[in-house]
C-alpha cells in the first residue's frame, strides 16, 4: 500500500465509494477540489492495487494549529490501520509545516471516530452544540420580538471594525470563551480565536452589535442560511440575543438558520425556546 499526497485525478475514484458514507450522504468528494487547491491543506490518501482506498485532509488555520478532517476508509479496509496511517502521515506534513496542535471535529454520534482519535492519541477538548431551525413560512416559532405591550425590539447592526477589540476583550475575559476553550468555529473548522478574526468579521461586514452583545453571522447563499458562527452576550441578555438574531435571519429573508455554541446551558435555552433543534459535535486534540 501507498500512502501519498492526494491529486486531482484521485477525485473520482473516492467519489465511487464515499457518496453514502453517512445517513445524510459525504461532503468529501464536492470538497476534494477546493481542498487540492488550497496552498494551506494537505490531501493524504491510501493506494492499493490501483484503487484508491482511505483519504484525510489537514489544513494549516494558523501558524502552529492543523486541522484535519474528511477522513474515510473503504468499507472493505477498515480495522486494517488504514485510517491512522494516513493519519500519521498528516502529521509529519503537519509538523514540517510548524504544527504543534491538530484538531479535529466528531460528531457525537460517530462512535468509530471517536475510538480511532482515541487510539491516536486525541483527546475531547470540547462538545459544541449546532442548533438549527426554519426561519419565516414554515418555521415552528413565529418571528418578531414579542406582543405590541413590550419594549421596542432589541436589533444588532452591522459593527464598525472599531467593535472587534471590545468584542474581543469581552469574550476572551468571560464565560463563553472558557467553555469554547478559546475556540472559533467556521464552516466545521475550529481556531484559536483572536481579535483579527472579529477586525476580518467586520471588514466582511459580518460582525453585528447591539445591546445584548456581539455576534458574527452571514448568509450562506448555497444553502440560503444564516449561519452564526460566534457570540458574545451574558446571562442576562441571551433571551435578547436569540431573539435579535431570529430577527437578524428574518430580514435576511433566509429559509434557515444556524448557530453554533458551546455547551453552557444559559445560552443555548433561549434558542430551544425559539424552536432550535441541537446537535453535539466534539472537538478533540492531540500535539503533534
Ligand atoms: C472512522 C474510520 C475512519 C476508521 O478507519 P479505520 O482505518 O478502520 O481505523 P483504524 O484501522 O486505523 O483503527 C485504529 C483503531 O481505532 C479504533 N477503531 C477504529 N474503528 C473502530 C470501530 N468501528 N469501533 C471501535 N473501535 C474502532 C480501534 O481501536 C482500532 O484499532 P484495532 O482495529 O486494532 O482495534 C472509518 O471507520 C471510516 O471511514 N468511517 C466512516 C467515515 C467517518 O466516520 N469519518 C470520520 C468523520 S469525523
Not at 428574518?250 to 458551546?262: D, G, L, Q
Request: hydrophobic content about 45%.
Amino acid at each position: 500500500m501507498e500512502i501519498r499526497p492526494g491529486r486531482h485525478s484521485d477525485i473520482p475514484l473516492i467519489a465511487a465509494w464515499t457518496q453514502n458514507t453517512f445517513d445524510w450522504g459525504d461532503y468529501v468528494a464536492d470538497a476534494l477540489p477546493g481542498w487540492l487547491d488550497n496552498p494551506a491543506s494537505q490531501v493524504i490518501v491510501a493506494e492499493e492495487d490501483g484503487a484508491v482506498i482511505a483519504t484525510v485532509t489537514g489544513t494549516m488555520v494558523s501558524p502552529q494549529e492543523l486541522w484535519a478532517q474528511g477522513v474515510r476508509v473503504h468499507t472493505d479496509h477498515r480495522r486494517r490501520g488504514i485510517a491512522t496511517a494516513v493519519s500519521n502521515a498528516l502529521w509529519q506534513w503537519a509538523r514540517e509545516q510548524g504544527a504543534v496542535v491538530a484538531r479535529l471535529a466528531i460528531d457525537a454520534t460517530n462512535t468509530a471516530s471517536e475510538a480511532q482519535a482515541g487510539s491516536m492519541g486525541f483527546h475531547k477538548v470540547c462538545d459544541w452544540r449546532r442548533g438549527e431551525r426554519i426561519i419565516g413560512e414554515g418555521s415552528p416559532v413565529p418571528e418578531g420580538n414579542g406582543g405590541r405591550r413590550v419594549p421596542p425590539p432589541e436589533r444588532l447592526e452591522v459593527a464598525h471594525s472599531g467593535e472587534a477589540e471590545p468584542a474581543f476583550l469581552s469574550w476572551s475575559t468571560g464565560e463563553l470563551a472558557r467553555a469554547a476553550h478559546g475556540l472559533l468555529p467556521i464552516g466545521w473548522v475550529w481556531r484559536r480565536m483572536t481579535a483579527d478574526h472579529l477586525l476580518l468579521a467586520a471588514r466582511n461586514r459580518s460582525l453585528h452589535e447591539g445591546r445584548p452583545g456581539w455576534a458574527i453571522a452571514e448568509v450562506d447563499e448555497d444553502d440560503d442560511m444564516l449561519v452564526v458562527h460566534w457570540m458574545e452576550t451574558t446571562r442576562d441578555d441571551a433571551v435578547a440575543m436569540a431573539r435579535a438574531l431570529v430577527d437578524l435571519a428574518a430580514e435576511a429573508r433566509v429559509s434557515e438558520m444556524r448557530i453554533w455554541v458551546p455547551t453552557v446551558e444559559w445560552l443555548e435555552a433561549p434558542f430551544v425556546r425559539l424552536g432550535f433543534e441541537f446537535h453535539t459535535v466534539g472537538v478533540w486534540a492531540k500535539e503533534v
